[in-house]
């Protein structure tokens, strides 16, 4: 025969912290269905025997105090080092260390010399054009004064001189005593061949799929600069974009940009001009139009109305390096590259021989000079020293053939196939 006991509630004595059951306690065979078991303190239980399956939509509110260090290994459901199965947090989430998911390891970086370190043609210039930075130019027109472009060389210093750069790329504006006008630019530029951007796995007729800039850039005149960039197969688009500067300090600029379905951007694969990139110190209104920031848009003209005061500063600088443009959502640290592959991607583009002979031959006997790489198109090829008549010159992508030439003589010549 059993006997039951039947209170409405326990209490501890006077001076006793807790009440202690030594052996187990039968419930009932409703296994608390129906029965609420409640307490005003805290219960504590050596030990807990059940399904912890049915421990199921406990309200965050109920659960308080501090829970003990859990011990990741007793984790299930997750595939190996997450590598089967999605993380989602609406919070941050930090790494130590980053891998790309999108594009490959190396070779990420889709400019070419984006570290200004290769310079071929000389370190400065005050001509427009292509003269110092190899891939790079510095573009002006209606200038009053001849800007000065430059390879600088980058000492001590915070910002980019810390992740291992070197040289810049710099601007020293000349005196613009006429002030600023519609028809006046000063801008950086450089273009990536259409096949380097149809083959680095950009879908970028999606939305989703994405490019990321990033570049360190120091201006002396505080104010918003632009920079855009423009397809050039098909009908051209535009994606214009702004950054602010601090005087005389050096700030990344990183920039997210998405494929894009309409207007639809084509990229043919061959080896003409496929994407365009401008930094822009200065854009008249002739260059200039309203426009949304940050987006895909037929090109028309190329940036918002610019602020005048840089280009209305004597001797204002400007500087550029650590140009990177990758395949992904974000801004991995800058690939560096050696010198000697730089040059070599750089030589594609532009070669200089000098400080040598170079002997024509006579009496129709052919010779050939090999470049040291194929280059992107047949190039345009000039001579710097040496006289007389250079004729019966073949020029290709890989080198040129000379005959009937007036003799030997010193020569030094350029090849170049820029874009």
């Given amino acids: 025969m059993t006997s039951k006991i039947i209170v409405n509630n326990i209490e501890s004595d006077s001076g006793v912290s807790s009440v202690t059951f030594t052996s187990d306690i039968e419930l009932g065979t409703k296994n608390l269905k129906g029965h609420n078991l409640e307490s ?52 941050i989430i930090t790494a130590t260390s980053f891998v790309p998911t999108v594009g490959q390891l190396s070779h990420r970086n889709l400019i070419v010399n984006g570290a200004m370190n290769v310079a071929q043609r000389g370190t400065s210039s005050t001509s427009s054009g292509f003269y110092t930075v190899d891939r790079f130019q510095v ?186 443009l990758e395949v992904g959502p974000v801004a991995t640290p800058f690939e560096h590259r050696s010198f000697g592959e730089e040059l070599t991607r750089c030589q594609r583009y532009f070669v200089k021989m000098s400080g040598g002979a170079f002997i024509f031959p006579q009496n129709n006997v052919y010779t050939s000079f090999s470049f040291p790489q194929e280059m992107r198109d047949a190039p345009t090829l000039t001579f710097l020293s040496g006289a007389g008549t250079k004729s019966g010159i073949r020029v290709e992508k890989d080198g040129f053939r000379a005959a009937n030439s007036l003799g030997p003589q010193d020569h030094a010549f350029t090849a170049e196939s820029e874009i």
Avoid: C
């Avoid at 303190?41 to 659960?63: D, H, M, R, W, Y």
């Avoid at 001590?156 to 006429?178: D, F, L, M, V």
């Avoid at 600023?180 to 259409?194: D, L, Q, V």
């Fill in 40 to 91: 005003t303190g805290i219960v504590t239980a050596v030990s807990f025997t059940g399904s912890g399956a049915n421990l199921t939509n406990l309200p965050a509110a109920n659960i308080t105090g501090t829970l003990p260090a859990l011990d990741g290994s007793a984790l299930t459901g997750v595939g190996a080092s997450f590598g089967n199965s999605s993380v989602n947090t609406s919070g």
């Fill in 139 to 324: 573009n002006f027109t209606g200038t009053n004064e001849a800007p000065e472009q430059r390879q600088a060389t980058l000492t001590s210093a915070p910002g980019p001189y810390r992740e291992g750069h070197r040289k810049a790329y710099k601007i020293t504006n000349g005196n613009q005593t006429g002030g600023g006008g519609a028809a006046k630019f000063i801008r950086f530029k450089t273009t990536i061949e259409a096949q380097d951007i149809a083959n680095s796995g950009w879908d970028y007729v999606s939305s989703s799929s994405f490019v990321t800039l990033s570049f360190w850039v120091k201006a002396s005149v505080a104010q918003t600069y632009y920079g855009r960039l423009q397809t050039e197969d098909g009908t051209a688009r535009n994606y214009p974009f702004s950054f602010a500067l601090s005087a005389d300090t050096w700030t990344k600029v990183t920039k997210t940009i998405p494929g894009n379905t309409s207007p639809t951007l084509q990229f043919d694969n061959n080896n003409g001009a496929g994407l365009i990139l401008e930094i822009v110190p200065y854009y008249g209104t002739d260059y200039t139009g309203s426009m949304s920031l940050n987006t895909w848009a037929t090109y028309s003209d190329r940036t918002p109305d610019n602020t005048a005061t840089w280009y209305e500063t004597d001797d204002a600088t400007f500087f550029i390096t650590g140009v990177q």
